[in-house]
């Protein structure tokens, strides 16, 4: 596609439940990142992808947080069991090489949240 | 680990005038250092990026932003502002080598444009 689509765009669910957000990044993109935004900050930094592996997990908040990418395409963010302070708008990013800034990246529009 | 450091979180500008938005980065090596863009209800732009090259970056819509290792700052301007600035801007550092798309974002600074 033209750009990088997330879905659904707005997404409200009880606490408990568990919610799979979606990524399609760009045509032929090999890398693509997760992040987080709370109301009123900045993005924090989830997961990467490189193809279908992902190596770094390392800003994934909790063992509830979990991602998978299949056919270097689309991605899921899973987070099982939510909780109010889950609540954010998550962002999904890629880029078409993972190892050079000048290539960029590029956003979606994001999945906002709420948790109630 | 990284971490960026964007001074104020709301800024009021008139119309015509400077704008300036500070940035500051902690790191013991040069980074890569971003300015994004985020107008209400869409996705974030990128403004401009420094990876190592000329220390003075321009970037769209007439930003620019130098890079300064001494102070460790890379801070946003523009000499004249538009109603159409108004918006979230936030600053974004990574790491040179193979994680540089892990970027850590300031909180940031919120512009707004008055007549």
């Known amino acids: 596609g033209a750009g990088v689509s997330q879905s659904p765009s707005n997404k409200v669910t009880e606490k408990g439940k568990d919610v799979e957000l979606r990524c399609d990044p760009i045509?032929?993109?090999?890398?693509l990142y997760w992040y987080r935004q709370r109301l009123g900050q900045g993005l924090e930094f989830l997961i990467y992808?490189?193809?279908?592996?992902?190596?770094?997990k390392s800003g994934l908040p909790s063992d509830r947080f979990s991602a998978e990418r299949t056919g270097e395409s689309v991605s899921t963010l899973t987070i099982q069991r939510t909780q109010q302070e889950d609540s954010a708008v998550y962002l999904c990013?890629?880029?078409?090489?993972?190892?050079?800034?000048?290539?960029?990246?590029?956003f979606g529009s994001g999945t906002r949240l709420t948790v109630v | 680990a990284q971490s960026v450091t964007q001074l104020g979180s709301h800024v009021s500008v008139s119309e015509g005038a400077l704008v300036l938005l500070r940035c500051n980065y902690s790191?013991?090596?040069?980074?890569?250092l971003f300015w994004y863009v985020q107008y209400p209800n869409q996705g974030l732009q990128l403004l401009l990026k420094?990876?190592?090259?000329?220390?003075l970056v321009k970037g769209i819509n007439g930003f620019e932003a130098e890079f300064k290792k001494s102070e460790t700052s890379f801070h946003l301007t523009k000499p004249s502002a538009h109603m159409s600035d108004a918006a979230e801007y936030f600053c974004?550092?990574?790491?040179?080598?193979?994680?540089?798309?892990?970027?850590?974002f300031g909180a940031g600074t919120q512009v707004v444009v008055t007549p």
């Open positions: 990013a890629s880029s078409l090489v993972a190892t050079n800034p000048n290539y960029g990246y590029t």
């Open positions: 420094y990876t190592s090259a000329a220390t």
């Open positions: 045509s032929g993109h090999t890398a």
């Open positions: 992808f490189q193809g279908n592996s992902a190596p770094d």
């Open positions: 974004a550092v990574s790491d040179q080598g193979d994680s540089w798309g892990k970027l850590q």
């Open positions: 790191s013991s090596v040069p980074p890569y």
